[in-house]
């Protein structure tokens, strides 16, 4: 049976850094080394976004993207919600405490030290006399210890792009990337879904946090407390599969196969690897991968504070000897740092097995032979990096030199660190990749570290990766740590190329690349990626020239219609893909025998003979 070769041919998303269809995200991380047109075609894009007027300056567009101070419209840090509880002494002649409250908003159960009295005949009002101390649960703001996140462009708002009414900050986030990506393939969705069985789809994407804002779990969780009530939605709206099951049903309409992995930091990888396995199979012909995160929220802060793990104003005031902390610095990556920077981000890409690419003349952005998960073993703390990442590195950078050979490896390949800003990762990510470039030849292993611009988004962190790789593949940059005054002396990097600079490597140097990402519990996951140049070999043996001409003239009716998409994007025009309660699927249509089921709007039947593999059963 042959195998294929899982391609991407479209991408996007938001994140701190902007739009990730037509790499506008990763040159906005590469801004100083673009030329004025291309600097000037990034800004506008980003007023666009951000619904800015043209009179506006370049340096203010600038200045609201990437890490900074939190803003109000995300959260406000130094107004943050807060309770506190405090025990009202009384003070009364009689050692009674009286208070009034309504008829509405009497406990249903009264507290046993309660002695009530109504005030009037119609029971519309009640005196409340208490003989002892009275606990109170008091609402009041606070300024929270950490006050940088990689938040999305200043102004930019999801939810106003499509209805999404009581849809929580995580799910609008989801509609407008998985959209994003779809959209920027340049093939409308319709002939894609024609071309293939319905069962040939598959979407793979979840988030790590659920959806933990007010319309989601954390308003549910909260509503007791608080004296409210949950709503409909809430507990619904809160599941981690939901980026997939958005995607199924309102963007895509797809009866394919799905899933919603988990795996902490890794969680975009460990999605990603079951589509490349599906589509190099050939179990899938497309797969729609990613994962939308919005946990910029008080409680999430404080509970990744109270391990140690972020990057608090104290410690970087104490890191710089400042009175007044750096948040656009605030994520340092390998150098001298003091913990990860919480951001937001939603990233998502199309993958499809060759065959169907070449048939539809799909724009190729690259392709992923391999995506390897492996835990710690035995751990002495559950957020203790280990060594499975030796495991996954080491595997990923072997399969890419069985497939394209020692010499590209070692010179034309480069590193998307996992590099979360914290100083245990700064010493054990930088050995394992000193480790396996000893053992594989490279000399000087360019390594960037995207979490510099964007912070540590979760569940999406590879996927901020993995868009910023392919802006790598496109024009030969490997960003580099504009955060880091220089590599911290405890980070092990004699065999490795780590600058505060850009690197400008040029394409030819810049064919192979690693995506690493490490989490909570031993969650390893690193990913091979190849440029679309790297491919040129394995399509040349698979396809004919005559083949290879069709699909190259196929190609320039999709990029043309992609670049359409891309420059209405670019304008502000983002066309979210959302089909709420239209467009159906009649139960009573559906056709189903012994061989066969029909679905009505599909074109093509899903077979009922597939053996899965045991035809010698």
Sequence with gaps: MRSYLPLIVGFGGYNAAGRASGHRAYERMIYESLGQADQRAVVDSLRNLRALSADVADAEVLAGTLV????????????????????????????????????????????????????????????????????????????????????????????????????????????????????????????????????????????VMCQLDDTGVGGMMNARVLGQRSSSKQLSLGFTS???????????????????????????????????????????????????????????????????????????????????????????????????????????????????????????????????????????????????????????????????????????????????????????????????????GMERWPVAAVKAYVGHSLGPASGDQLAATLGVFNRGIVPGIKTIDAVADDVFASRLSITSTDQQLGQDACQIAFLNSKGFGGNNATATVFAPDAINGYLKHHYSNAELKEYEHKRELVVAERDRYLAGADAGQLQPRYNFGNDLIDENGISLNDEEIRFPGFAKAVSLKDSEGLEGF
């Design 242 to 440: 939901m980026p997939a099951d958005f995607t199924n049903a309102y963007v895509l309409g797809s009866l394919g196969a799905t899933g919603a992995v988990t795996g902490a930091c890794a969680t975009f990888l460990y999605n990603l690897r079951w589509a490349v396995e599906d589509l190099r199979r050939g179990r899938r012909k497309v797969a729609v991968v990613g994962c939308a995160e919005a946990p910029i929220l008080p409680e999430v802060i404080d509970g990744f504070a109270a391990m140690s793990a972020l990057a608090t104003d104290d410690d970087l005031r104490k890191l710089d000897g400042v009175a007044v902390p750096d948040y656009r610095r605030a994520s340092r990556p390998f150098g001298a740092n003091c913990g990860f920077t919480i951001a937001e981000s939603s990233q998502y890409v199309v993958l499809m097995a060759d065959d169907l690419a070449i048939e539809l003349g799909a724009q190729i952005y690259g392709a992923v032979p391999g995506v390897y998960v492996n835990a710690d073993g035995f751990k002495k703390s559950i957020s203790a990096p280990g060594a499975g990442n030796y495991l996954t590195m080491a595997k990923a950078v072997g399969v890419a030199k069985t497939l394209l050979g020692d010499e590209l490896v070692r010179n034309s390949s480069f590193v998307q660190a996992h590099g979360s800003s914290t100083p245990q990762n700064r010493v054990t990510e930088s050995r394992i990749f000193d480790e396996v470039a000893k053992a594989f």
């Design 68 to 207: 900074r101070k939190l803003e109000a419209d995300v959260l406000d840090a130094d107004q943050a919600r807060l309770a506190v509880n405090v025990e009202l002494q009384n003070t009364a002649a009689n050692n009674s405490a009286q208070f009034e409250l309504s008829a509405r908003q009497m406990p249903a159960k009264l507290p046993e030290n309660w002695h009530v009295e109504p005030m009037d005949e119609g029971g519309k009002r009640f005196r409340i006399t208490v003989a002892e101390p009275l606990k109170v649960r008091v609402p009041v703001t606070d300024s929270l210890q950490v006050k940088a996140a990689g938040q999305l462009p200043s102004g930019f708002k999801p939810g106003d792009y499509y209805r999404s009414t009581h849809h929580p900050r995580g799910l609008q986030m989801s509609v407008l990337g998985a959209s994003d990506a779809v959209n920027s393939v340049g093939i409308d969705w319709q002939r894609i879904q024609d071309s293939v069985d319905p069962d040939d789809v598959a979407v793979y994407s979840s988030s």
